[in-house]
């Protein structure tokens, strides 16, 4: 027997494949940021504190974006793979290591 929908017309077959698009991670370096020294040093950080208190950081290489905040959370986004947000965030500490 064919369910029916509440309409009366025949159920729709929905197509239940995915692809994953963005994985969001946050991480917390433990540390303290100068956000406005890493922006002056750092080409790919942009930091505008009268519109938002993190930094801006983009791995184009690696394809993602880090928000970078003063206290050491990092919001990673823009990920594919659990693997591409530890290189991001590898990536970040290695960058930050100077402007702590």
């Known amino acids: 027997m064919v369910k029916k929908a509440p309409s009366g ?7 239940l494949n995915y692809k994953v698009e963005n994985i969001v991670a946050s991480a917390a370096l433990g540390v303290e940021l100068d956000l406005f020294n890493i922006a002056m040093e750092v080409s790919n950080v942009e930091y505008e504190p009268e519109q938002f208190p993190g930094a801006i950081m983009r791995l184009k290489d690696v394809g993602t974006t880090l928000l970078l905040f003063k206290n050491g959370k990092v919001i990673c986004s823009g990920a594919k793979s659990e693997d591409q947000i530890k290189r991001s965030i590898k990536r970040a500490a290695e960058v930050l290591k100077d402007y702590v």
């Not at 017309?9 to 197509?15: L, M």
């Open 9 to 15: 017309k025949p159920a729709p077959k929905f197509n």
